[in-house]
């Protein structure tokens, strides 16, 4: 694994060892409350492993990356200006996979740029969060006050995380491993997500799009994904036993090998010569 600065951000990359990358890179950009090292768990190696160059970025005020002293401050156009500053970074057209928070950012990212495909992963719906926090708040009020805490700075306990993020069996060291990295989140891009600074579809250039979402998703229930799907006529795939988490979940590589087998069925990356076992 490669960690590097591309200006002011954190960059993570995983290259396949003994030969030229195969198609355009995959760029995963994280959600909220995080950064680059929820990609470099599990999904950098695995598509590195398959011959696939692999980057995650941690967005200004996330991560390792600068900013974090002015994170209210930043907006969704700031995050957006961050993929800007990556994707000239790679130097040629990537596939974005973003979630949560993230794959608003792509879709935003996608009004101004091509892009070689998108993929949305529990994403924030081109709708805005509104009714996703107004679904939490009916079903899970103790959340969603965890999360408001969260958003302030303020500490919250583990078991917030793990009903935010997890559907499935976690180890709790590894949820205390995780905790650990967790961060207070900007209130200018949450207010950006709910009402300010919405998608507009009709700005997006064209691009292979795939959705996917949990079908135990806490924070965006699977009737919101479905509605993003619906509202892009993009196909997509529901993993019913999993969190919001699906990259960190037990059977993340579920998620992973869907991810794959579509980019390669539309052609958007090569098949491998020599595919690992399943």
Known sequence: MIHR??????LISASPTGAAPAGPPLLFVHGAFCGAWIWAEHFLPWFAARGYAVHAVSLRGHGESDGH?????LGIDDFVSD???????????PVLVGHSMGGFVAQKYLERHPLAALVLMASVPPQGLAAAQMSLLFRQPGLMSELNRLIGGAHVAP?????ALFAQEIAP?????YYRRMQSESVR?????????LPQRWRMKDAPTLVMGAGADALIPEFLVRQTAEHYAAPLTIFSALGHGLMLERDWEEVARSLCDWLIATRVLPAQENPLPA
């Open 5 to 10: 600065r591309v200006g002011a951000l954190e």
């Open 69 to 73: 002293a002015q994170l209210d401050q």
């Open 83 to 93: 993929l800007e500053t990556v994707v000239a970074d790679l130097g040629s057209m």
């Open 159 to 163: 078991e917030a995380l793990r009903q």
């Open 173 to 177: 060291e590894t949820l205390t491993r």
């Open 189 to 197: 891009a949450m207010w950006d997500m709910s009402f300010f600074n």
